[in-house]
């Protein structure tokens, strides 16, 4: 490969320059930070950056957005210190899916075959009930299906079936999920 070469071809972040540097050097350190721990104020600030974030959502310190206007959230969505959403494409949390701590969701990747080491972006999709846990990495195109979980620092590359628990790296199917009835 030849970096000298590289070209993101088409691919656009998807604001104009003014917004990009107004979320890089305000909204994004201020959704960060650790100095503002109220969830209140970030889902405000991320909405005012073209997120769309549904009702009760829990965002913890030290989270990092990359474009919040290829961000929606469903309800009751928690999002665990540090976790990462590095969204050059879509990224789409259903309601009641949980990010633990650290967690990166990672939309972008390189075609390592071509001389320009071309950008190569997909969305991510983790569908309602699921579970992320704790420093566990997803990569562009995955779709975690309904209730699926992957387990602590577990990395995937390919999209998880419903109600199934994932585990390793790369992530392997490890036994069906089950649920107690309250």
Known sequence: MRLDYYTSGSYTPG?????????????????????????????????????????NVRIKPGVMVKFPWRLTVGDYVWIGEKAWLDN????????????SQDVYLCTGNHNWSSPNFGLITAPIEIQQGSWIAARAVIGPG?????????????????????????????????????????
């Open 15 to 55: 604001a104009p320059y003014w917004r990009q540097l107004l979320w890089y050097f305000l909204g994004s350190p201020l959704v960060k930070s650790y100095w503002l721990p109220f969830s209140g104020f970030k889902i405000w600030l991320l909405r005012g950056f073209g997120a769309k974030i549904g009702d």
């Open 88 to 99: 050059l494409a879509s990224i789409t949390l259903e309601s009641h899916v949980c990010l």
């Open 142 to 182: 995955v779709t975690v299906a309904q209730g699926a979980v992957l387990g602590l620092g577990s990395v995937t590359g390919r999209s998880l079936q419903p109600m199934t628990i994932y585990v390793g790296n790369p992530a392997q199917f490890l036994k069906p999920r089950e649920t107690i009835k309250n």
